[in-house]
Each structure stands twice: as structure tokens, then as C-alpha cells.
């Protein structure tokens, strides 16, 4: 599929663009929504319409609109399935998630709540390789992690003000958010191959960095939903669940011996 061929050239460095999904652009699809949209969504039938609509989802400010693109892309899949068609993919974007605020994404799609996602996922990678710079180079080197830490503040304000001001690049954003996250692993890899003989608890940190590198394969398949609720995206969110368990018992592993490292250090002064 068009999507899934477009991240699959980024993701190998070449300088494509993600735009939309295969399922937007059919004309079937377009037609479906703009005939709903002037059947359902003004005069009476609004009205209608706001009057049986579930509170929680008035809560969550789901629109007229919103019911008629999600009613004609099951349409639109069932026309596909019927010509033997594989089912394409519809309002894809591909994002790397900070937990609450791909939460509230998933639960609201705005333009507000989609650059709240992307944004954190974005702080969560260069808060990581932060991370992984206090541990390699910090401990001796406080200056240089100071002198660190300023420069992806000043990459992260870039980044966002770019995206925020000028236009926001779905293509740009995935080769960013990619480049860093090499950043991130082969940096944390490599110190875990570096001290695993020294430090057996860092083996837990490789696990992890491993699992989610293979992980996020899941966000370049496209396939149908299991049932038609669990799709590749959302597999990927539930899977890395218990990996970040995991991380959490390295850093408490970690953090003990740091502890018990300093405590000699202090009584052989």
C-alpha cells in the first residue's frame, strides 16, 4: 500500500513524504462522506443526530463529520473486500507515543491532540538519550551533560516550532523521530555490550532496547484489524507494556548498585 511504502523509504534514508492514506483518497470514500455530510450534518437531522449521540462521545467532541467519515470507511472497506481488494488504510499516521497523550489522541483526533503526541514522542527519545548520556558520560562529566542537555532542549524547540509555525511535515517528523531513536539505541546498545561482563543487570537494558527495535516493526505493517479492533498501531502500544516493565527493573537494578558503588567509595575516604 501507498502508507506503508512511503514509511518503508523513509525508514531506509531516502527523502519521501507520508501523504495520507490510500483509503482518504478513494473517490468512493470522498463521495460517501460528502453526501452523508449534507444529509446528516445541518438543519433537522443535526439536530436529530445530537440528540441520540451517546454523552461520552459528545464529551469527546466527536462531530456530524466524524460519524460520516467513520460510517463511509466501512463502507468503503466492504466495496474493497468485495472486489477482493485488501482493506486499505484509513487516517494513518505513523507516531511514536508519549502514554497520556496518546491516549487522549486515540480517544480525540485534533489537530491540538495529534501535535500533543507527536511532540512528546518526540521528548520521550530525546529524554532517553539524555538518560543514556548521565549514565555514560555524566557520572564523570557533569559540564559535558549540562552542555548536552541544552542542546536537545535547542533541537526539541526546533523541532516543535518548525512543525508548530511553518508547516507540519509528517515526512520530516518520522525521518527526525527515526534519526534520534537510532541515536538512542545504538548509544545504549553499545554501552550495555561495553559493560554487560562488568554489570549483569545492563543484559535486562539490551532485552529491552532489542525488543522495542523489533517492536516497532508492528508500525510498518498495515494490516486489517484482528477483529476489526486491534490493528498493528495498537498492537504495538500493548506490547510495549511489559518492556517498559522491564526497563523499570534495569533501572532499579541499576540504581542499587550506583547506590552500593558510592557507599564504598565513601568509606574507603
Same mark, same amino acid.
Given at each position: 500500500m501507498a502508507g506503508r511504502a512511503a514509511r518503508l523509504v523513509l525508514l531506509a534514508g531516502a527523502a519521501a513524504l507520508a501523504s495520507g492514506s490510500q483509503g482518504d483518497r478513494e473517490p468512493v470514500y470522498r463521495d460517501c462522506v460528502l453526501q452523508c455530510e449534507e444529509q446528516n450534518c445541518s438543519g433537522g437531522a443535526l439536530n436529530h443526530f445530537r440528540s441520540r449521540q451517546p454523552i461520552y462521545?459528545?464529551?469527546?467532541? &466527536?462531530? @456530524?463529520? *466524524? *460519524? @460520516? %467519515?467513520?460510517? @463511509?470507511?466501512?463502507?468503503?472497506?466492504?466495496?474493497y473486500l468485495q472486489e477482493g481488494h485488501k482493506v486499505p488504510q484509513f487516517h494513518g499516521k505513523v507516531s511514536l507515543n508519549a502514554w497520556f497523550w496518546s491516549t487522549v489522541f486515540h480517544t480525540r483526533d485534533t489537530d491540538l491532540t495529534e501535535k500533543m503526541d507527536y511532540f512528546c514522542a518526540s521528548t520521550v527519545i530525546l529524554h532517553s538519550i539524555y538518560l543514556c548520556c548521565v549514565r555514560t558520560v555524566g557520572l564523570q562529566h557533569p559540564a559535558v551533560v549540562s552542555a548536552f542537555r541544552a542542546l536537545l532542549l535547542l533541537m526539541l524547540t526546533v523541532h516543535v516550532s518548525y512543525l508548530t509555525l511553518i508547516r507540519f511535515d509528517y515526512g520530516y517528523n518520522l525521518v527526525a523521530n527515526v534519526a534520534i531513536g537510532l541515536v538512542n539505541v545504538v548509544w545504549w546498545l553499545a554501552w550495555c555490550l561495553w559493560n554487560q561482563q562488568r554489570l549483569p543487570h545492563v543484559r535486562k537494558c539490551m532485552v529491552v532496547v532489542l525488543l522495542l527495535q523489533g517492536l516497532?516493526?508492528?508500525?510498518?505493517? *498495515? #494490516? =486489517? =484489524?484482528? #477483529?476489526?479492533?486491534? /490493528?498493528?498501531?495498537?498492537? &504495538?502500544?500493548?506490547?510495549?507494556? =511489559?518492556?517498559?516493565?522491564?526497563? #523499570?527493573?534495569?533501572?532499579? /537494578? /541499576?540504581?542499587?548498585?550506583?547506590? %552500593?558503588?558510592?557507599?564504598? %567509595? #565513601?568509606k574507603l575516604d
Open positions: 462521545m459528545s464529551l469527546a467532541g &466527536w462531530t @456530524c463529520r *466524524d *460519524d @460520516c %467519515k467513520y460510517e @463511509c470507511m466501512w463502507v468503503t472497506v466492504g466495496l516497532s516493526l508492528l508500525e510498518l505493517l *498495515d #494490516f =486489517p =484489524p484482528l #477483529f476489526w479492533v486491534l /490493528d498493528a498501531h495498537a498492537i &504495538w502500544h500493548i506490547s510495549t507494556i =511489559p518492556v517498559h516493565v522491564l526497563f #523499570f527493573s534495569f533501572l532499579e /537494578d /541499576d540504581s542499587l548498585y550506583l547506590l %552500593k558503588e558510592s557507599e564504598a %567509595k #565513601f
